[in-house]
Each structure stands twice: as C-alpha cells, then as structure tokens.
C-alpha cells in the first residue's frame, strides 16, 4: 500500500499542487478502510444515468481489470476523498484524473470511472440533508449528455471537462426559481468588511495586486501596464489598504478602516453561494430578487452549518464596462448589474465573445450583428474597448433592497464614469 503522498502522486501522474492536500491526505490516512465504488454502486449509477444505448458492459469491464490493481484503487479512493468527502469541487483541487502508461485501463476511462464514483456519496449527501430527489435527478441529467456527447465524438468511453462535471456528479447543482445554484468556497483576492453599526459592506484587496489603468487586474485582456500594487497595513487599530469600487474598478486610493468598527465577514475560504444564469431564466429585478430569497431559505435549511451571508457570480454579465457597451439604459441586464457589488476578475473577453458571437475569436470586420448586444459589443470593440468578467456579489442583510442600488451612491456613479476603459491600438 502506497504511504507517501509524493508516490501516490507519481503513481497518478498527477501533481496536486495545493497545500490543502497535505492535510487531506494525511485526514485519508485515518479513515476507516472502505471499497472506492463498489460493483453495485457503478451499476446504480449506469442506471440512473440511462447509458442503456451505448456499450456500458466496457465500463464495467473496467471496474473489473481494476480490482487486480490494489495500489491504483487507493489512489483512486484519495481523489474521490479529495474532490467530494474531505473537500468540495470548488476547490479546484484535482483537475485531472489519472496519467497512467502502459496501463490495459485507458486514461479516459480511468478518468470516467473518478467521475462516476463522485456520485454515491454525494447521493448519501444529499439523502442525510433530505434534498428531494430531483436535485439529483437535474445533475445527473446533465452529467448523462456529457458522457454521451465524449462517446460519440470520441468512439470511447472518457468525460470532458473534467472540473465542471466534478461538480454535476457531486450534485452540486442546484435548480431553485430562475437561477442555478451552488455551494461555493471563496478564494479571490479578496477580503469583505461590515460595519458593525451602520451594516456597511466594503470589499478590499489583498497586497500585492497589479491593477492596470483600466483598474482591473494587469495582463488581462493584454493589457499589461502596472498603473499600481495594492498594499495592506495593519495597526493595532487601523486597516489601511486599497478598496474595490462597487462598480467593479480598483482605484489608486487607499481607506482606513478602524479595527473596532469593522469585521471581517468573507475571506479566503469562507463559504458563498455560488449561482449560474441558464438560458431562458426570467432575467429582471423581482424574478431574481424572490429566487434569491428562496435560495436563502433552501441553504439555510439544508445546509445551516455554513455562515452563508452573500451570493457569488462571476460572469460577463457582470463585467464592470458593460455600461460603457450596453446603449439601451433601462436594459434588464444592466438593472440587475448595478444591484451589486462588483470586483474585478480573472477571466477576460473570451467568455462575453462565447455567448455573444458563439466563438472565442470573432471575425469583428465579417460578422454580420443582428442583435442590439450584437451591435453594442462591435461598437465598444471597435473603439479599442477591452471587456473583462466581472465578479459580483449580493450580501443576505440586504436582500429587502435588491432593486435599490444598496452599494452605489452618485459619488460612486460619478468617479466610475472618469475610468473609461478604452485602450489605444487596434482591437486584436
């Protein structure tokens, strides 16, 4: 039996690098010994997923060669540990499954058969929570289309991407009113502070940060200039330290927050609710207001051992020049924008360039734009305009104003119209 970390991982072919798998691994360790799927389990899960048309006897074939490789079945035991009992998908903590030679099992099914065994103790999960059925019902659906579609491009068993569909056999997706919901652990750059009388929120920076003149994040987009680096200094009674602007820009100013009257209420590894806009979802103010407050009441009811207080998105829909590119002003899209508190984020104009021109790399000169978002995103690009994801967040104490702008004033609006987000050269 394997007993070092270091040579499950060449036994793999995987490197996890996060330091939380130490710590994981050595919790593993202690756990009492029990079967990684068993054959009952697998076959439960075929079942449910309603493969019957393709060729599932080669899965469990798999399953089969696989109990004569003792020391592969552990390994695949700490990955299930890692990704759905001992940790969360959110985590981003295995991204891949194994990268084996010379093995008779191929890397794709092993990396299958990892996914499959997500499912029965995440079925467990959600009967000890008592989460109706069809919550499991809607991930497995899902999950069943992205075997098929992997089987049918590839004439073999394997799955793709292999991050996402961590989290459908985790069933972790939560279909509640318009939106798509999701336990989330938080781990931006970030730190969230409360006033302690007045109930004010203020998000701010890690140190270390390089904002470009656009006050996102340098090298996004390629837009590589360091305007700056957030700082952080604490005193006994002060946090000095740079302040995201709720519109989702990152200024060259710094706050100071005394100690006393602000508390930390989000940080790195605090858990959020992450949500997912599907296509066709009612997409207005009250819509998203009542499925927010249904959201609340189904996580704190099922999951109340988590201090849940905001909602987590990160999207284009949120990207802080939207208002620069959206010319239609009472635009549902931009009234539910304003509604919270945006920050800067990682992706860049990819993920407005899928949903928009259903392409990463659109040909601006040729397209032929038939929808106003159509016309306003060549327009902003044309002017040398540079779109990046936006993260949003919405705070539970403030639930009763969505609709009311809670995080601007028109100071805010007035300082965000000064940063235009326009970038010299041609668009590439």
Request: glycine share 6%; charged share 20%; hydrophobic share 40%.
């Amino acid at each position: 039996m394997v007993k070092h970390l270091a040579d499950l991982e060449t036994l793999l072919g995987i490197k996890l690098a996060h330091p939380m798998v130490e710590g994981l691994w050595e919790e593993f360790l202690k756990q009492p010994t029990s079967p990684w799927m068993t054959k009952a389990q697998l076959e439960d899960c075929l079942v449910r997923l309603n493969l019957s048309e393709l060729p599932t006897y080669e899965i469990v074939q798999a399953w089969d060669a696989l109990q004569e490789q003792i020391d592969l079945l552990f390994g695949l035991s700490f990955l299930r540990y890692v990704i759905v009992i001992g940790s969360h998908p959110s985590y981003w903590l295995v991204k891949h499954g194994p990268r084996l030679e010379n093995n008779p099992i191929s890397n794709s099914m092993l990396e299958l058969l990892v996914i499959l065994s997500l499912i029965p103790p995440s079925l467990q999960h959600h009967h000890r929570r008592g989460i109706r059925e069809s919550f499991a019902n809607f991930n497995l659906n899902h999950l069943r289309n992205y075997i098929r579609n992997y089987y049918q491009s590839h004439q073999t068993w394997g799955i793709e991407p292999f991050g996402w569909t961590t989290y459908l056999a985790a069933l972790g997706l939560l279909p509640i009113g318009q939106l798509q919901f999701m336990h989330h652990i938080f781990t931006d750059p970030y730190k969230v502070y409360q006033h302690v009388e007045s109930k004010e929120i203020k998000v701010l920076c890690n140190p270390g940060l390089a904002i470009n003149r656009i006050g996102q994040f340098t090298s996004v987009n390629g837009v590589n200039d360091v305007t700056f680096k957030t700082i952080w200094e604490e005193t006994d009674e002060t946090i000095i330290a740079h302040a995201v602007h709720p519109k989702g820009l990152v200024l060259n100013q710094v706050v100071h927050l005394d100690r006393m009257k602000w508390k930390c209420i989000i940080q790195s590894g605090s858990p959020v609710i992450d949500f997912h806009i599907p296509t066709g979802a009612k997409y207005d103010v009250d819509s998203i207001k009542q499925t927010f407050l249904d959201a609340i009441s189904f996580f704190q009811h099922h999951y109340p051992e988590h201090p849940y207080s905001a909602f987590w998105c990160v999207s284009w829909l949120y990207s802080p020049q939207l208002p620069w590119i959206i010319s239609n002003q009472s635009s549902k899209i931009l009234a539910i924008q304003e509604q919270g508190y945006l920050c800067p984020a990682t992706p860049g104009e990819k993920s407005l360039f899928s949903f928009v021109f259903h392409t990463e790399k659109p040909n601006l000169e040729a397209y032929q734009a038939k929808t106003s978002l159509e016309k306003d995103v060549i327009h902003f690009l044309n002017r040398n305009g540079k779109v990046n994801a936006g993260l949003f967040l919405y705070f539970f104490q403030d639930i009763d104003q969505f609709g009311q702008k809670p995080y601007l004033t028109s100071k805010d609006e007035a300082t965000f119209q000064t940063i235009q987000p326009f970038v010299e050269g041609k668009h590439v």
